[in-house]
């Protein structure tokens, strides 16, 4: 049976940056209640970025409940991410909580050391994490912002693929978050659009790249997520009306993206590289 999920209109809201998922209306569900594991990553040892809300931490919790061992990294959010560590370690995993700026390399070298240290190797690196801006006109786009964007949202993916990769196996798994952006940029979010089809092709190009080492990478690729980025970066009127856009009218909710991730992760994808997964509400991506 079909699961039935809120859909728009929303109440109204607005969050300072990044926002947190707790003071959310409503909450996002990341499957803290719902997500039942299966064993398909059971010893593997996983980093995911931008871990303590929205996608990454729908992800984190079914990587756990899947067996896995899990690292997160995010901003600041220290109550979103004590949240996510405890399903993590009542799911009987590890959990390392990473705080930091993705926005400087040298911290995204150390959550990879960390991470190696802490579970004694990498399996599956989730390069999730992204910053958002709303901008009406290019004029209004600080210089500062622009870079802000392209540092955290692409250039941090290079320096922790840079770092993971020594440490990988045949077999590991590398997946990054793109979004239908990369297609259909939309105007006001220029910025974070360039960083997704950058994404896109830096994925393209790295799944050639790793394959004589075996290494997988593919790239998922949302439509509208009930995430706390919404509230935190887009007007008020935009969030009570987020996801209707799609056909089916309603933003996806964190727990649904969570399936391909895990398969993507998993040994059951062992062909499966240089593929793009569009979660999109029925959104065709061309």
């Known amino acids: 049976m079909q ?9 109204p809201q607005k969050q300072p940056y990044p926002g947190l998922a707790s003071r959310m209306d409503p909450v996002p569900d990341h499957g803290e209640k719902s997500y039942e594991g299966r064993g398909r990553l059971t ?18 919790i079914a990587f756990a409940r899947e067996g896995a061992d899990v690292a997160i990294s995010y901003l600041n959010e220290e ?16 959990c390392l909580l990473l705080p930091g700026d993705l926005a400087d390399p040298e911290h995204c070298r150390s959550l ?10 990498l ?12 901008f009406e006109s290019i004029e209004e786009i600080p210089d500062e912002e622009w870079e802000k964007v ?10 922790l693929t840079k770092a993971a990769v020594p440490h990988m196996q045949p077999g590991s798994s590398i997946i990054n978050t793109a979004s239908k952006q990369a297609d259909e940029p939309s105007p006001e979010l220029l910025a974070y659009a360039v960083t997704k089809g950058a994404i896109q092709n830096f994925s393209a ?29 887009l007007p008020e009127q935009n969030v009570a009306e987020f996801g209707q856009q799609v ?13 391909p991730y895990v398969m993507l992760a998993s040994d059951e994808a062992s062909y499966i590289s240089g593929a793009t997964i569009a979660v999109t509400g029925g959104k065709p991506v061309i």
């Open 247 to 259: 056909p089916f009218k309603r933003p996806a909710q964190p727990v649904e993206l969570a399936p």
């Open 112 to 121: 990879v050391a960390r991470t190696v240290e802490a579970f004694g190797g």
């Open 123 to 134: 399996d599956v690196l989730v390069n999730n994490a992204a910053r958002q801006s709303y």
């Open 205 to 233: 190009g790295l799944c050639q790249l790793l394959a004589k080492r075996g290494i997988r990478v593919n790239t998922v690729a949302p439509g509208p997520v009930w995430t706390p980025l919404g509230p935190a970066t």
């Open 43 to 60: 010893g593997k040892k996983a980093l995911i970025t931008g871990g303590d809300s929205g996608i990454g931490r729908a992800v984190a």
């Open 79 to 94: 109550e979103d991410a004590a949240e996510v560590k405890a399903v993590i370690e009542g799911a009987g995993r590890k």
């Open 150 to 159: 392209l540092a955290v949202n692409i250039s941090a993916m290079f320096y």
């Open 3 to 11: 699961r039935t999920f809120p859909k728009p209109p929303f109440p």
